[in-house]
Nanobody, 114 residues
Framework: QVQLVESGGGLVQAGGSLRLSCAAS????????MGWYRQAPGKERELVAR???????NYADSVKGRFTISRDNAKNTVYLQMNSLKPEDTAVYYC????????WGQGTQVIVSS
């Protein structure tokens, strides 16, 4: 079982940037696909970005061109660089490790003010 700890959330004005980090436990991080999800109040959790073990990425249409997911296997960490933030990006952001099932972090709050 893997443990995930997110950090980097906070309050930012529209148009600003934040970088989220997710640190994973264990020695097998490099083979995991990792994803960032978000859940806004009253909405379902949705996939924001995903990166596989080979570094291939995919993004939700709503964040393409603004968000970038990356990973540092030496640090067991996945990142989400969020630029040009919009109020509709406000949500709790969760990191997940895809190891035959999804393992979740505790989430980090992102609030974008208009």
């Amino acid at each position: 079982q893997v443990q995930l700890v997110e950090s980097g959330g906070g309050l930012v004005q529209a148009g600003g940037s934040l970088r989220l980090s997710c640190a994973a436990s264990g020695s097998m991080f490099s083979i995991y696909a990792m994803g960032w999800y978000r859940q806004a109040p009253g909405k379902e959790r949705e996939l924001v970005a995903r990166i596989n073990s080979g570094g291939s990425t995919n993004y939700a249409d709503s964040v393409k061109g603004r968000f970038t997911i990356s990973r540092d296997n030496a640090k067991n960490t996945v990142y989400l660089q969020m630029n040009s933030l919009k109020p509709e990006d406000t949500a709790v952001y969760y990191c997940a490790a895809d190891i035959m099932q999804l393992y979740w972090g505790q989430g980090t709050q992102v609030i974008v003010s208009s």
